[in-house]
């Protein structure tokens, strides 16, 4: 089970770090000049939308895995780590061969800041966000069937609370204008690290008894 709450806290430690999650809000905060407090609400309704899509979707892929480990135990045992290092190997060759301009959601500021009401234009951003889900943690719902129930409901509340901390957390410094990441590299090379993750943690479970 460890295993399993590690590596959802890396997936989520990870993923809300790449600037299409928080740079579009800061950008919105300070056109539409909102308030500190008013960006941070802002930030947690718009990252639980994303992250409940990508949870509804892991929860459906968590029930075909344990299902298939009901009948097939090599599924959790050779199956389920194979899968997480074959996307990982995707995302590398994709990243190889993108031009690096990916985006889960691309937000048009001028058609937003043309919007009177906040909630209008966070309604907007939520429902943009929500049709964008994460694929790379639906992987790994495969793996953590094999824990059954347990596992998957461990996934996805680490999950859930690493990606809204960190979300609140580089929104927060960033209207405070003491971010340092370097966010070109992040903005360039999400599909990379994404698949190092990915190849790391399949390994891991393959290699490493539960």
Not at 14 to 38: M, Q
Not at 80 to 108: C, K, M, Q, T, W
Not at 111 to 134: D, E, Q, V, Y
Not at 160 to 168: P, R
């Amino acid at each position: 089970m460890w295993q399993l709450f590690l590596g959802s806290m890396l997936l989520g430690l990870i993923h809300p770090l790449f600037p299409n999650h928080w740079i579009p809000l800061i950008a919105i905060s300070k056109t539409e000049k909102w308030t500190n407090k008013e960006t941070i609400v802002a930030t947690l309704i718009t990252g639980f939308s994303h992250t409940l899509s990508t949870i509804i979707i892991g929860i459906v892929v968590g029930f075909v895995g344990i299902k298939l480990s009901e009948n097939y135990s090599y599924i959790t045992r050779i199956a389920a780590p194979l899968i997480l290092v074959l996307i990982g190997v995707i995302y590398l060759i994709l990243d190889v061969r993108s031009s690096h301009h990916h985006r889960h959601f691309e937000l048009n500021n001028d058609s937003l800041k043309n919007r009177k009401s906040r909630a209008a234009i966070i309604f907007t951003l939520c429902i943009g966000l929500f049709f964008s889900p994460c694929i790379e943690i639906e992987a790994y719902y495969f793996q953590a069937a094999s824990q059954g129930w347990i596992g998957i409901i461990v996934v996805s509340l680490v999950y859930l609370i690493m990606t809204l901390t960190i979300m609140v957390f580089l929104v927060y410094m960033g209207l405070k204008g003491v971010n340092k990441f370097n966010i070109h590299f992040l903005d360039h090379h999400e599909k990379l690290i994404t698949g190092i993750v990915l190849i790391l943690l399949g390994s891991l479970a393959y290699f490493v008894e539960f």
